[in-house]
Each structure stands twice: as C-alpha cells, then as structure tokens.
C-alpha cells in the first residue's frame, strides 16, 4: 500500500473490514433463513402427524386410521413435495401407510422427533409424534410418521436468504457511501494544507495560518519551526553575503585606487612601490576569496563528505612542513609536538587541513613569534598554541562569527576562526580557546584546542 494516496488508503482500511463484516452477516443470514425454513415446516409436519394421530381407532381387534385429506394437503406447497406417512403399533409394526419410515430416537421431551433421512435414495424430512388412544377400554401406544421431500423448505430459505442479500447489500452500498464521503472529509483539512502550501509564493517564508484538526496543527507548527529556522539561515546569508561583498568591495576599490595612482607616475620606483601594495592587496583579496568560498561550502548541508581514518600526527606534520618556509621568512618560530604512537581520528582530512591552516595563519597574521602544533592523545586533541597577544575572554565567543576581527591592528579577514568554528561542528569537535601563559597579561598567548568525541 506504500503506492496508494493517503484517500485510497484509509477506504481501503475502512472498506475492507466493511466486506468481511457484510460477509459474516450473509453466513448468518443463510443458516437464519435455513433455521427459518426448519421451523415453519417442522410445525406443518406436527400439525399434520397430530391430524393424523386424532383419526387413530381400534377397529376389528387392530389399529386402524381414516386419513383425511387435510392431513396431507397442509404439507403440500407450490414446490410439489412429495408427503408421506405411516402408522406403527406400540412394537414397531406398520400398520397402514403409503410408504415405511424410519424410527427415530425418543427425544428428551415433548412428543414429536424430527431428522433429516434418506429413504431409497430420497432426501426426506421424517416427523416421528408418538401418542397413544385414550379410551375407557383400551390404551394402545402408537406412532405417527409424517415426512415430505425438502424442495419447499429449500425454496423458503432461499427466497429469506435472497431478501437478507438484498438488505445487506442495500445496508452495504449506503455504508461505502458514508465511508467515502467520511475519509473525504476527514482528509478535506489535509487538502487545505497542501492548497495553501502550493498556492504560497516560492519566495516568501512567512508562517502557515489556517485552522486545522489538532493532528494537523501539529504538523503545521512543525513546518513554521521549519520555515522560522529557514528565516533565520536566510538573514545569515543575506548578512554574510553583504559583509562578503563589503568586504571584497574594499580591497578591489584599493587595487583600482592604487592603479590609478600609478598610473599618473613617471617615476620607476613609485610604480615598484605600487605594484608591491597592489601585489599584497591582490594577495589579501585571494586569501579572502578562498576563505569565502571555504566557509560557503562547510555552511551547506549538501555537501556533507564522509569521515574516513585521519592521523593527527601525520596532519599536523604536513602542516607545520608547507609553512615552515613562510613562517621563517617573517621571522615565526613554528614547530610540532607529536606523540610516539599515531592519533587516528574519524574526519575528513581537507577539512582539518584548513581548519589548521588557518589557525596558522591567524597567529602569524596577529603578531605570534613562535607557534606550537601539538597532538595528544586520550581523548584525540589537535591543539595550536603561540605566544601573542591573544583574545580576551570577553571576545572570545564573538570572534566566531565571520568579519569579527579580535584586534584591529591584525591584517586577518575574520573568517579564520569563523571557518575553524565550521569544522569543528562538523566533527562533533568541541573547540576551546585559552590563554597559553596567563602569567604574563601583557602577551598571553592564544592556546586553540580542537577536542575530537573519539578515535577511529
């Protein structure tokens, strides 16, 4: 049923047990009319053995009977059964009849037995009435047998069977009928939900209003919860787009400046002075961009790349390896502490890569002269430390946002730890930020520490 709309679904609920229920009451209705047609026939045959039984005489040292007619017209139907009777004596012998009957049992009370027989190869229905002459000289026990072919009693269930099929089925056609229109409109507010749905402008996020059932209201504050979370990534991506956008407008407004400048010079060394701003502003501009880009793809839920085994030693080796020259040349003192054995964390590999890269660069960027990458184990932690000037506590949850720079003084984006924040969520990492040596406020330091839940 998994195919099936939500209509056709709850008739197919609602309808089925309706047909094995109109089905239970036909097979009660045929045995009824069965039971029925036993009864009203039954009573002819005690009413005809009875009519019999009273024409009962000893006659010439013998019992003997004058059957009237009526005796055996009251069993004849337009069926055309064919009736027949006997008379036996208080010992069994028959005495007058037109055919012989079987006996039957004596029942438990009352005087008439009754049973389905087959006599010659005949399906009968047998009335055995036991009686006995009341006179004031003699009292001779005696039996009536009266049975007659079942074609009318057949006929007569049938035609009680045939009106219970018709009420039944005139029962059943109103009962789909209700049970369509019901799920209609049971399923109606359902409909409303999903016409207001269709009908609602693709760009517009405002919460749903229509009344509903209480199982749909529910399902209509789910969807504005939905809508008023999509609100809120909407205005952080309108705001990050607009800092984004103030932010490159910026630098490309300076490079276009400083071009400009150059462009009036005649001077050779006035042009090399502009070209090394440009060349630096071209670089920042880059970095930026990248960084953008960075944090665009970590803040979509799409691309969401598997984890696979990650040695924190091997990571933070290549990482201290590619910047060593950079960091040397501006006079940072970079290096890594791994443990003997390999730190082996479930993560995706680039990502880390980035994370840590920017946290390099943000302590060089910031005035660090020496930077520490360090692994340790139990639990798996990544952690950079240098000897800066570090975030006051105060900044330390605001510098996670992007374009929030700590200092003003640095030459960062205020992206760096924005994207370190993006990946650490995306590993279930928690990320704490400290001061390496409290004991000196004048230059704390900065110690990033990047916990990870467990080891592959």
């Known amino acids: 049923m998994a195919h099936l709309s939500l209509y056709r679904r709850l008739t197919v609920l609602l309808l089925c047990p309706l047909a094995l229920v109109a089905a239970l009451i036909l097979g009660q209705s045929w045995f009824a009319s069965r039971a029925a047609a036993d009864r009203a026939f039954d009573r002819l045959l005690d009413a005809a053995s009875l009519?019999?039984?009273?024409?009962?005489?000893?006659?010439?040292?013998?019992?003997?009977?004058?059957?009237?007619?009526?005796?055996?017209?009251?069993?004849?139907?337009?069926?055309?059964?064919?009736?027949?009777?006997?008379?036996?004596?208080?010992?069994?012998?028959?005495?007058?009849?037109?055919?012989?009957?079987?006996?039957?049992?004596?029942?438990?009370?009352?005087?008439?037995?009754?049973?389905?027989?087959?006599?010659?190869?005949?399906?009968?229905?047998?009335?055995?009435?036991?009686?006995?002459?009341?006179?004031?000289?003699?009292?001779?026990?005696?039996?009536?047998?009266?049975?007659?072919?079942?074609?009318?009693?057949?006929?007569?269930?049938?035609?009680?069977?045939?009106?219970?099929?018709?009420?039944?089925?005139?029962?059943?056609?109103?009962?789909?009928?209700?049970?369509?229109l019901s799920a209609r409109f049971a399923l109606e507010p359902l409909t409303r939900l999903r016409r207001a749905i269709r009908q609602r402008d693709p760009r517009t996020l405002a919460p749903l209003s229509l009344e509903l059932p209480r199982e749909l209201d529910e399902l209509r504050q789910t969807l504005n919860e939905l809508l008023a979370r999509m609100r809120r990534v909407r205005a952080n991506q309108e705001r990050f787009i607009g800092d984004a956008s103030h932010q490159l407008r910026t630098p490309l407004a300076g490079l276009s400046a400083r071009a400009e400048l150059a462009l009036r010079q005649t001077d050779p060394a006035q042009w090399r002075s502009a070209l090394d701003s440009m060349h630096a502003a071209a670089a920042q501009t880059a970095r930026l961009a990248g960084q953008l880009l960075s944090l665009t793809r970590l803040n979509n839920p799409e691309a969401a790349p598997a984890h696979t085994p990650v040695d924190l030693c091997a990571l933070a080796q290549r990482a201290v390896r590619s910047g060593f020259a950079s960091f040397d040349r501006r006079g940072v003192d970079l290096g890594v502490e791994t443990p003997a054995q390999a730190v082996v964390v479930a993560a995706t590999a680039w990502q880390l890569e980035e994370a840590l890269a920017n946290l390099l660069e943000n302590a060089a960027l910031y005035g660090a002269r020496r930077v520490t990458v360090s692994v340790l184990a139990g639990p798996p932690r990544l952690r950079v430390e240098d000897d800066g000037p570090g975030i006051p506590e105060s900044q330390r949850l605001l510098v996670l946002r992007p374009f929030h720079r700590g200092r003003?003084?640095?030459?960062?984006?205020?992206?760096?730890?924005?994207?370190?924040?993006?990946?650490?969520?995306?590993?279930?990492?928690?990320?704490?930020?400290?001061?390496?040596?409290?004991?000196?406020?004048?230059?704390p330091g900065l110690c990033i520490t990047l916990t990870f839940p467990d080891a592959a």
């Open 51 to 180: 009519s019999i039984a009273e024409q009962v005489r000893w006659q010439q040292s013998r019992l003997w009977m004058d059957l009237p007619p009526s005796a055996l017209e009251m069993l004849a139907t337009d069926a055309e059964e064919r009736v027949f009777y006997a008379l036996y004596d208080a010992q069994g012998h028959f005495v007058t009849g037109n055919r012989t009957l079987p006996a039957l049992p004596p029942p438990p009370s009352g005087q008439m037995s009754y049973a389905d027989v087959d006599v010659g190869g005949l399906a009968l229905r047998l009335g055995v009435r036991r009686s006995r002459l009341e006179g004031w000289d003699r009292s001779d026990r005696f039996e009536v047998r009266v049975a007659h072919s079942q074609e009318g009693r057949t006929a007569l269930a049938n035609r009680l069977f045939l009106a219970s099929l018709l009420n039944v089925a005139l029962i059943a056609l109103l009962a789909m009928v209700v049970v369509l």
């Open 408 to 443: 003003e003084g640095g030459s960062g984006t205020g992206l760096g730890l924005a994207i370190v924040d993006s990946i650490a969520r995306a590993h279930g990492c928690r990320l704490i930020l400290a001061d390496s040596d409290p004991a000196h406020p004048e230059r």
